[in-house]
C-alpha cells in the first residue's frame, strides 16, 4: 500500500457524504474499497488497485460486504473485475433492494 494518506480530490464525488481530509485508507478502508468498487469510474478503480493490493481488495469484498450495490454491479464487480465467478457469495448481503437510479427531489416536494 502506498505511504500517502490522503484521497485524491478526483474521488470527492464518491464520497459526496464526507470530507476527504477526514478519511484515512488505513482506518477506512472497506469503506472506502466499497465506494470505489459501487460507484467509481474505471480510474477511480485503477487508483483503487494501485493503493490497495487485488488481495486486499478481495479480502473485503468478501469479508465484510456492504449492501449497497446495484445488482449489475455487484455481478461485473464479483465476476469480472475480481475473477470470482466460482466463489459462492450470498448476494443479498451485497444487492441493495433499491433499484433504478436514484433522483434528486425538486425542491419544495416533500
Not at 3 to 27: A, D, E, G, V
Not at 28 to 50: A, S, V
Request: aromatic content about 14%.
Amino acid at each position: 500500500m502506498k505511504k500517502t494518506m490522503k484521497l485524491p480530490r478526483s474521488l470527492k464525488p464518491i464520497f459526496w457524504s464526507n470530507n476527504l481530509n477526514h478519511l484515512n485508507i488505513y482506518k477506512n478502508k472497506n469503506y472506502i474499497i466499497h465506494q470505489i468498487l459501487i460507484y467509481g469510474t474505471m480510474e477511480d478503480i485503477r487508483w483503487l488497485f494501485k493503493t490497495y493490493s487485488k488481495k486486499e481488495i478481495i479480502g473485503v469484498f468478501v469479508n465484510k460486504p456492504s449492501k449497497n450495490y446495484p445488482a449489475e454491479v455487484y455481478h461485473f464487480i464479483k465476476n469480472y473485475l475480481l475473477n470470482l465467478k466460482s466463489l459462492e457469495l450470498e448476494a443479498d448481503k451485497y444487492v441493495t433492494s433499491v433499484s433504478g437510479p436514484v433522483r434528486q427531489r425538486a425542491s419544495g416536494s416533500f
